[in-house]
């Protein structure tokens, strides 16, 4: 059997994407407190991303 999952980095562009989905959303209904938390949560994802891209240690903690 092969695992046809997709790989870290895959999966983490899929989380931003998904989390910039979200903001748009919030943004538009006026909901600033999930705006921030979403804000905050893509940084994050981003960071983790970036890290994971060049081989940190760093990225793989973050995304545990």
Same mark, same amino acid.
Request: net charge negative.
């Given at each position: 059997m092969t695992d046809d999952s997709p790989s870290p980095i895959v999966r983490q562009r899929q989380l931003i994407i998904m989390l910039q989905d979200e903001l748009e959303t919030a943004t538009k209904q006026g909901n600033h407190a999930v705006v921030g938390q979403l804000s905050s949560a893509i940084l994050q *994802?981003?960071? *983790?991303?970036?890290?994971?891209?060049?081989?940190?240690?760093?990225?793989?903690?973050l995304t545990r």
């Amino acid at each position: 059997m092969t695992d046809d999952s997709p790989s870290p980095i895959v999966r983490q562009r899929q989380l931003i994407i998904m989390l910039q989905d979200e903001l748009e959303t919030a943004t538009k209904q006026g909901n600033h407190a999930v705006v921030g938390q979403l804000s905050s949560a893509i940084l994050q *994802a981003q960071l *983790a991303l970036n890290a994971m891209q060049h081989g940190s240690p760093l990225g793989a903690y973050l995304t545990r």
